[in-house]
């Protein structure tokens, strides 16, 4: 009989890793708490650096887990651990006996109210990245009507010790770049700029995305994290800034702000995570056993992880860790 | 030239408290200028003096400590809501300005130099009255913008107090009363155990010395550092 | 009345009122200007950088932020010699970019 | 009695040859008038220095008729354009003399001014109007057969190029086209005219006369009479001043638009980059395509081969240059803050150094060639002291590049002026570029400026260095401004081969390909430069040599970036054999 | 604006402060020239409120300007402060309340650092010691006095007289909070509604009928600056700051401008004389000013104190507007009366700015 392995999170982590089990004949287990399987990515547009369609990608994901018994709308309430291995309560109350458990709880954004001076959820123009790339995808969005001047803001809830977030959450760069291409895009005729501290290209072909931003799309990025954002007598925004390159306060109207929100830790699952006995690391994501070579191991036996739970990740590094956790997991239950 | 604490300034500034609350590792972001009001109006960037002082590098703090840029700041703190990394920009500047009149080096800049006004005005106000500001000594003639209805009311002084329910001078509580000789000397003692009144004795000796030096009387220097104003040279532009 | 002093300009670079004209016009003959990163290569290099505070990454900023005066003054430093073009990682043709500014 | 001897299908080629007269001689005096005074005093002079005039005889024989430049470079376009323009000047020649043995057809004597007008076109239509003597008639014929022998190798190369070694042709306007059109069909129906005196076949001839003549003013065949004159104002020693001025102008009619320059111009490795030859550049001038030929101007990198390969010496590097001069700059530079430069004679130091070193502004960039020159010159015991240890000011070569004369002239003043205060006796410079500024721009009298590859093979030379011949294979780069600027192209031979096996490129001393590095372009950008710098390591590559060997700091960073073996300057090569 | 963003803010930044029993320190700018404010804010609190707001005559400046203007040492404000505590304890109260914002801000840093760094509260309790043989407890609660007012604030609205509401057209008052850049900028959560949105003026605003101006530059300081005024020279930086603020909330037209620091309502007031005989630009409607009150005197005036008996003869931009406005009379006779009606004469008037 194949062994059962609970994957608890059916985004791009959970659905890869239950593809590659599968294959490598166990028997994966979905638990999602969604209406359905994708997780953010299946929110997304289009992706950095190539501008592929998000879709493109999240369908060949959900073709192959088609096989896969997947729990949607539905979240692991309770988790005991003996001999046998573990014992898993659901919120429909079923039970789901499993050899190990694959933590892929992915990521949390960054709740962008809590950036108080940035004034969203105040201020009717600021948004999140998050909401301009449903706007990509549904082409609605009261706030955008024409903008002339648009601004993208870095690091927010990030590398900022007022918000508790020290740590670099790694895409939102690339992504603000994607984003200020895309929305040049629909309005050629808008002014784009970005407030950064260090535009960080970690990837294949992300610098050339940054040189066509630049060139090709004429966006202007300027070196200095936004300060404060106001709103004028006509609502449009007022931000302040340095311009750190140029040595100077910078000030500016524009008609959107767009907050690059960072990647938090899914704190949803935390209850579930406290009863397998893995801890936090010091930014509050998942402590894996080390980041080397132990990336999906936890200190607990059976207990595995993979993808953004444990710190901020692209989609590439996502599913990389989803196909080694398989590895580690068809090795764990051979071993056995 | 000879100051005190040549070759010791890092030391001595990194013992200041403000410098341990104040000043961790800065990423340069440029929130603190952004949001600073002296950054607009003067030839000021916090951000940069947060730089040279976690260089710690001796020369380059002589040189900060030297010049007028340390004088700009308004202390308002707007900076310090705002750093990602938790600095105080306002409170490095605070341990830099006391750094600066404790070497000397702080006669070095026309901004400098009028800690002499600052510090004769408000620390005689403090020992004499028990206040930072005492009505009696705000004069109008050096300080036009008290406007009309300011000359007004320190012509009636007296009476307009008395109206307003003050107890000017008066015994017991209530607004600008007079201070009991105990407490007066109590806040002396507290100067003389601190620092502050070394600090003050210092700052006005240097600033008699200046003086001499200029062949000025001290009420004149003191108009002198008072009203001198490089107004150029102090803008950012 | 004389208070002895009065109000100071504002240093903020006013983003929303900065006449680009030159740098747009520069930029239709050099896209390159665009693609600065800042690295401050040129700067480092620069021959009149060694005894003035000659900056082209300053200079192609300036022009961003309204200073066209003070660019066209340290422009006047240059001395062509080309050791900036050498070194930029962007390849951007510099002493191209500062002779047009010129003209 | 007044007769003319007379047939109205004269009349085109009597109106053509009226109007290119008339072109010509006022183009003579714009070209004469347009020239400083200076300049013109010392062109009337040197028509009458005799050897200058020698000169001027020899050469507008040898170059204008004989093109012997061509027949240097390819006989077979050497014997076509001699054949065309010998031929058809011994039939001007020989028709003239004829004029006074030739017998009209009906007898008529034509007298004063007839006679004159007749003998205007009298001997280009003798056939139909006399009978020569056996003598001449063959002397025609012979040269008419030469010429039409001449075109049929044009019109061979026209449709071949590749034939004649020539891959690069340049490309014509309508204007162009139908003057060689008229000028390869001119001489056939003279022929045909000539012996068998059909009508038409004279009025073709004529009709084509004039067709040629006519257009000749507005297309590259201009040549023929521009260059002449501009023989004779090159020797008479001028240099061009100014664009589509004086001396330029009758140099950019001059141009024959031959197209050697294209192939040899380093940025011919795409077809558009082609565009930017001098050839080209040329062209656009004469259009007064003012636009334009500034950009080619500008884009041209001075390498000068265009000019060392020009069968008439055309100066177009000079003349780009003068473009250069002509564009008007809206700030002027300032560099004020140099005036308080001076020798930084180091501490200690006594006694004048008698080698001073200028390392350059390159060579900042390429640290390893200063220090090589230093083990170099520690290694002969020279009392040496470097001139810009910490930075120093720039040589003026890329001011006087951008047209900034009088800026490039204050450095040089200062440059100078540092030089004098060293009391050195002797000069040293790594950098071509600078070199070629400090030979002929400063006022150095008495110091001796060298080139360190001349500076190093006089230290073997005099066993002041003494070096071990190495196992390796180099292929030298002749650097532009100091081969084809200077003719240094055997020191550094000499040099190398003390150290190593030198194996030849494909293209050596003044045929070598420029780096792609150069300064002297503004609007090259870094690809297609690299294309430039691909095409001439290619050329290096030839016989396989293991390291490229320069000497210029400028050409040793461009090869590096793009080279398949190690680039190395001569001096460092020089110090892995002391 | 979207106000719920900006009332879970709010909900978020509440402090716990104790309805009674203060130990009260007075303010020096304030009572030197605003001293009606205090004397409002006790009978409010005292009277109105019935409240135990005790002030001890052994209290002194808290040296906080001083401080700030870098004259006295750390140490020295440190043990000052450490000396009101130790009267506070003497005199059997635990809940401190400050007049002034710049004390509040050093009162809140002291603690703070005392916190973070224990060894230097015991040197200072040592310094006290020395000094004055005292010896000092920390309050329990620590309070600025418009915490009071602010927590009030609903009471007070009950005993109201004139709301901010223009009596005439019935529409809300435009008023402009302005809070002293201590109060919160250095610890947010010392403020009642954070650094950025505070709430302490705004709730009285909303309170009393009146209507906030957000403006751009609403957080920006008004330029005090400490040494930036105390010294003629540099008083152009505090002019440009209250300038800066000025030209922002121009075209949002307001009718009055609420503070809570002492210093800020003279600069906003003063400079606006200033900037008037210098440039000939006043920012209220018809060559009047805009008024910058306290909210002790905006808590009176709503809850019908005399405008005199309040001090407000004590601002240069004339107030008259505002109480026309507002609805409440006043006798302009006694405006520039002493007590029992002596005559004090009356200011020049300014040569732009109205002042009648």
């Known amino acids: 009989m194949k062994e059962n392995i609970l994957i608890i999170g059916g985004g791009a982590a959970g659905m890869e890793a239950a593809t590659q089990l599968q294959k490598l004949g166990l028997n994966p287990i979905i638990v999602e708490k969604s209406e359905a399987l994708g997780g953010h990515i299946a929110q997304w547009d289009r992706l950095f650096p190539a501008f592929h369609p998000a879709k493109d990608v999240v369908d060949q994901m959900l073709e192959q887990v088609k096989d896969v018994k997947t729990y949607l709308n539905t979240e692991v309430t309770d988790i005991q651990k003996d001999n046998n291995g573990f014992h898993a309560v659901l919120s429909n109350n079923e039970t789901i006996d499993a050899k190990a458990v694959i933590l892929a709880t992915g990521f949390d954004i960054f709740k962008a109210e809590r950036k108080q001076e940035y004034g969203y959820g105040i201020y009717n123009n600021v948004m999140t990245s998050v909401e301009l790339e449903k706007f990509f995808r549904t082409g609605k969005d009261a706030r955008i009507n024409n903008p002339k001047k648009i601004g993208f803001v870095h690091c927010v809830g990030a590398r900022d010790v007022k918000v508790c977030n020290t740590y670099c959450s790694k895409v939102c760069c690339t992504t603000a770049l994607k984003q200020a291409c895309e929305i040049k895009e629909v309005f050629p005729e808008a002014e784009v700029y970005t407030f950064y501290m260090d535009l960080r290209m970690f990837g294949p072909g992300y610098e050339d995305l940054y040189l066509k931003t630049q060139k090709d799309f004429d966006v202007k990025c300027v070196r200095g994290r936004v300060c404060e954002v106001s709103e004028d007598m006509d609502g449009r925004l007022v931000i302040k800034a340095e311009d750190t390159l140029f040595g100077k306060p910078l000030k500016m109207t524009l008609d959107v702000l767009v907050l690059m929100c960072s990647m938090e830790k899914n704190k949803s699952i935390d209850a579930i995570q406290q009863k397998l006995g893995v801890a936090n690391n010091s930014d509050g994501f998942m402590q894996n056993k080390d980041m080397y070579l132990g990336m999906n191991d936890t200190k607990q036996d059976g207990v595995f992880v993979a993808g953004a739970c444990t710190a901020p990740k692209s989609l590439p590094d996502t599913v990389g860790e989803a196909r080694s956790v398989a590895v580690e997991v068809f090795n764990y239950i051979n071993n056995k | 030239m000879e100051y005190r604490f040549k070759g010791h300034l890092v030391e001595e500034l990194y013992k200041d408290y403000r410098i341990k609350e104040g000043m961790k590792a800065c990423m340069n972001c440029g929130v603190c200028t952004a949001v600073c009001p002296a950054a607009e109006f003067y030839k000021y960037n916090p951000k940069n003096i947060v730089n040279i002082v976690a260089r710690k590098n001796e020369e380059d703090l002589e040189e900060l400590l030297k010049s007028d840029t340390i004088w700009y700041c308004g202390e308002c703190m707007s900076c310090v809501t705002r750093c990602p990394r938790a600095n105080a920009p306002g409170l490095v500047i605070m341990a830099l300005r006391k750094l600066s009149m404790r070497s000397g080096l702080y006669m070095q800049s026309e901004k400098g130099r009028q800690q002499y006004v600052v510090v004769k005005d408000l620390c005689s106000n403090i020992l004499n009255y028990g206040y930072c500001v005492y009505p009696r000594t705000f004069d109008y003639e050096t300080h036009k913008e008290f406007g009309p209805v300011g000359k007004w009311i320190n012509d009636n002084l007296d009476d307009l107090h008395a109206r307003m329910g003050s107890n000017l001078d008066g015994d017991g509580p209530g607004g600008l009363r007079k201070i009991p000789k105990e407490s007066l000397d109590q806040l002396k003692n507290i100067f003389d155990v601190t620092g502050a009144t070394e600090l003050m004795e210092q700052v006005l000796n240097d600033a008699h010395q200046e003086a001499v030096k200029e062949n000025l009387s001290d009420e004149e220097y003191f108009m002198e550092v008072y009203t001198k104003n490089d107004w150029e040279k102090h803008l950012n532009h | 009345m004389d208070f002895g002093f009065c109000l100071s300009p504002s240093s903020h670079v006013k983003m929303d009122s900065i006449d680009l004209t030159t740098f747009n016009r520069l930029k239709e003959t050099n896209p390159d200007v665009n693609t600065c990163i800042a690295c401050g290569s040129c700067t480092a290099t620069c021959t009149a950088g060694n005894f003035t505070e000659m900056s082209f990454r300053r200079l192609l900023l300036m022009l961003q932020r309204g200073k066209e005066d003070e660019a066209k003054k340290m422009i006047q430093r240059c001395m062509l010699c080309g050791k900036c073009t050498l070194v930029c990682p962007r390849g951007i043709n510099i002493r191209k970019i500062l002779l047009d500014i010129t003209r | ?578 | 604006m979207i106000i719920e963003g900006k009332q879970k803010i709010w909900a978020d930044y509440q402090k716990d402060i104790p309805d009674d029993h203060y130990f009260y320190v007075r303010s020096c700018i304030r009572q030197a020239f605003f001293p009606g404010s205090e004397v409002t804010f006790l009978d409010i609190t005292r009277n109105k409120l019935g409240k135990d707001f005790y002030e001890n005559p052994y209290h002194t400046t808290c040296g906080g300007i001083a401080y700030h203007s870098d004259t006295i040492p750390q140490e020295t404000a440190m043990t000052i402060i450490a000396r009101q505590f130790a009267l506070m304890k003497e005199s059997g109260y635990e809940n401190y309340v400050c007049s002034c914002i710049t004390s509040f801000g050093c009162y809140t840093e002291t603690l703070e650092t005392w916190h973070e760094y224990p060894e230097l509260e015991a040197k200072i309790r040592q310094y006290l010691w020395d000094s004055c043989k005292k010896e000092f407890a920390k309050p329990k609660y620590l309070a600025h006095a418009s915490d009071i007012i602010y927590k009030f604030r609903f009471e007070i609205a009950k005993q109201m007289k004139f709301p901010l509401v223009n009596a005439k057209t019935g529409k809300p008052l435009k008023v402009v909070e302005h809070i002293g850049c201590h109060y919160s900028k250095m610890f947010p959560s010392k403020g009642f509604g954070g650094a950025e949105y505070p709430h302490v003026l705004v709730g009285m605003i909303e309170a009393w009928g009146g209507e906030v101006v957000d403006y751009p530059e609403r957080r920006q300081c008004c330029g005090f600056g400490f040494r930036q005024y105390f010294v003629q020279a540099n008083r152009g930086y505090s002019e440009s700051n209250t300038h800066k603020k000025f030209e922002s909330m121009e075209p949002y037209e307001p009718d009055l401008i609420i503070t809570n620091c002492p210093g800020c309502p003279y600069f906003l007031d003063r400079w606006q004389y200033v900037i008037a005989e210098q440039t000939g630009k006043t920012y209220g409607k018809n060559g009047y000013g805009i008024p910058a009150l306290t909210y002790e005197e905006v808590a009176g005036l709503v809850m019908g104190y005399d405008p005199w008996d309040l001090g407000l003869q004590m601002h240069q931009v004339a107030i008259e507007p505002l109480l026309e406005k507002m609805g409440i009379p006043y006798d302009p006779k006694k405006k520039y009366q002493g007590l029992n009606g002596k005559d004090l004469g009356q200011p020049m008037c300014p040569s732009c700015i109205k002042s009648v």
């Open chain 4, 1 to 578: 009695m007044n007769q003319y001897i007379f047939h109205p299908f004269v009349l085109p080629f009597v109106l053509g040859m009226a109007f290119v007269l008339t072109y010509c001689v006022v183009g003579l005096f714009r070209v004469i008038c347009l020239l400083p005074k200076d300049d013109r005093k010392q062109f009337w002079r040197s028509l009458v220095t005799p050897k200058t005039a020698w000169a001027n005889i020899r050469d507008l024989f040898g170059d204008c008729l004989f093109h012997v430049k061509i027949w240097k470079r390819n006989p077979i376009l050497g014997y076509m354009h001699s054949a065309i323009a010998f031929g058809w000047f011994m039939i001007i020649v020989i028709g003239h003399v004829m004029l006074f043995t030739l017998k009209p057809l009906e007898g008529v004597e034509v007298e004063g001014f007839a006679r004159t007008f007749t003998n205007f076109y009298y001997p280009i239509f003798y056939k139909h109007f006399a009978t020569e003597t056996p003598v001449f008639a063959f002397l025609m014929d012979f040269f008419l057969l030469m010429i039409i022998s001449g075109i049929l190798i044009a019109v061979v190369k026209k449709i071949y190029s590749k034939i004649v070694g020539v891959k690069r042709v340049t490309k014509f306007g309508f204007a162009d086209n139908m003057v060689r059109f008229a000028l390869w069909t001119i001489f056939p129906f003279r022929l045909i005219a000539e012996k068998s005196n059909i009508m038409a076949f004279w009025w073709l001839y004529s009709i084509d006369l004039m067709i040629f003549m006519c257009l000749l003013p507005f297309t590259r065949y201009m040549h023929i009479p521009t260059e002449a004159l501009f023989i004779l104002l090159r020797h008479a020693g001028l240099k061009p001043r100014e664009p589509r001025k004086g001396y330029a102008l009758a140099q950019i009619y001059s141009c024959p638009s031959c197209g050697l320059c294209i192939d040899a111009c380093p940025m011919s490795v795409n077809d558009k980059m082609s565009g930017n030859t001098s050839a080209y550049f040329m062209k656009k001038l004469r259009n007064a395509d003012d636009k334009e030929a500034k950009r080619i101007a500008e884009t041209c990198m001075q390498c000068g081969k265009c000019v060392a390969v020009c069968p008439l010496s055309i100066e177009s590097c000079d003349i780009k240059m003068t473009q250069r001069e002509a564009t008007p700059y809206i700030i002027n530079s300032d560099h004020s803050y140099l005036e308080d430069r001076h020798f930084d004679r180091p501490q200690g130091a006594e006694k004048s150094p008698s080698v001073l070193y200028f390392a350059g502004c390159m060579t900042q960039l390429t640290p390893k060639i200063m220090r090589a020159m230093k083990q170099i010159m520690e290694a002969a015991g020279e009392n040496y002291e470097f001139m810009d240890k910490d930075g120093g000011i720039c040589c003026g070569r890329p001011m006087l590049l951008s047209g900034k004369t009088a800026e490039a002239q204050a450095m040089i003043a200062k440059n100078t002026e540092i030089i004098k205060q060293s009391r050195a006796k002797k000069l040293v410079l790594s950098c071509p570029i600078c070199y070629k500024v400090f030979k002929e721009e400063n006022h150095l009298e008495g110091i001796e400026i060298q080139h360190h590859t001349q500076y190093i093979d006089e230290l073997i030379k005099n066993g002041k260095l003494k070096v071990n011949k190495g196992e390796v294979n180099y292929v030298y780069h002749d650097p532009c401004e100091l081969g084809r600027a200077f003719g240094v192209y055997d020191e550094p031979r000499e040099v190398i081969e003390n150290v190593g096996n030198l194996k030849k490129a494909k293209s050596e001393k003044e045929l070598s390909i420029c780096c792609g590095g150069s300064l002297g372009s503004f609007n090259l950008t870094q690809q297609e430069r690299d294309e430039i710098t691909e095409n001439s390591v290619n050329d290096l590559m030839f016989n396989n040599p293991e390291q490229i060997v320069t000497a210029c700091p400028l050409c040793l960073k461009t090869f590096a970036r793009k080279s398949p073996v190690a680039v190395k300057d001569i001096a460092e090569v020089v110090v892995e054999n002391i």
